[in-house]
């Protein structure tokens, strides 16, 4: 067996590859990618090579999903990712399974053998996903978001929730949490880390340098060059912009959508 994996976490990867190891030592991976651009072209040359595609929901310059808007996906796919408010959309593209990170081989394994079980290997019709399957696991799997940040101040220790949270931003390698208090927090997270772990109908990510909360938004401006501004009720020192790439993203996220 022949096949791709596309992910953005070094960690997530290694452990996808010593698991498949595990279930069988002579399946191959032929290729690694970590985002959206280099997928599409890959793909585009070389999908026929492969039998199967184990694809995270989050890479590093969007969603997945915008695969298969350029490509036409004739390769069954499984989806591991941390994002489980996607597992219907998931299912819609040729998927067999959804598994949820930090992905069990006992998952794993259930997974493989729905593939194999496949007419003719590869699917042929997305109604032949069982729906029940999909409705008991959207029933079962639950996405646990962090809610509050151990940070430290002085020789103090404090616990600030996400409700009081405003914002977080970057400053180089630092990361710092911003109040409503208007108070600042250093956190021991990146940028790609909070992302990930926080509610994302909740915490959206405008730019590389801010994660906004957006009952902190207080108006949305229409900026320069097709950008928006962000302006937060509490009054804060740094200019908040939506980058021109995430404006669709965003107005998506706001309108709640």
Avoid at 27 to 43: A, E, F, R
Avoid at 49 to 61: E, R
Avoid at 157 to 163: C, F, G, R, W
Avoid at 243 to 254: A, C, L, M, P, T
Wanted: a neutral charge.
């Amino acid at each position: 067996m022949e096949v791709l994996i596309i992910e953005d976490e070094k960690p997530a990867i290694e452990k996808l590859e010593l698991l498949l190891n595990r279930y069988d030592p002579e399946i191959k991976i032929i290729g690694k990618i970590t985002n959206v651009q280099d997928s599409i072209i890959w793909l585009a040359e070389k999908q026929d090579t492969i039998d199967l595609i184990f694809i995270d929901i989050q890479l590093t310059d969007g969603l997945s999903f915008d695969i298969f808007k350029s490509v036409e996906l004739k390769t069954p796919v499984i989806f591991t990712t941390a994002y489980n408010e996607y597992a219907l959309d998931a299912f819609k593209v040729n998927s067999i399974d959804y598994l949820l990170k930090p992905i069990k081989y006992e998952k794993l394994v259930s997974a493989l053998e729905k593939f194999k079980n496949f007419p003719g290997t590869k699917p042929t019709s997305n109604k032949e996903l069982d729906i029940s399957i999909l409705a008991k696991l959207m029933e079962q799997v639950k996405k646990e978001y962090k809610t509050r940040f151990m940070v430290k101040m002085g020789e103090h220790i404090h616990s600030v929730t996400t409700d009081e949270t405003s914002c977080f931003y970057s400053e180089g390698r630092i990361v710092l949490l911003f109040t409503k208090e208007r108070r600042k927090f250093f956190v021991d997270y990146n940028m790609a880390e909070l992302e990930k772990m926080l509610d994302p109908k909740i915490f959206h990510r405008v730019n590389r340098s801010f994660i906004v909360n957006i009952d902190s938004i207080k108006d949305v401006i229409v900026y320069s060059k097709n950008r928006l501004k962000i302006i937060l009720k509490q009054n804060f020192d740094k200019e908040i912009i939506v980058s021109r790439e995430k404006i669709r993203r965003f107005k998506d996220w706001f309108s709640g959508d």
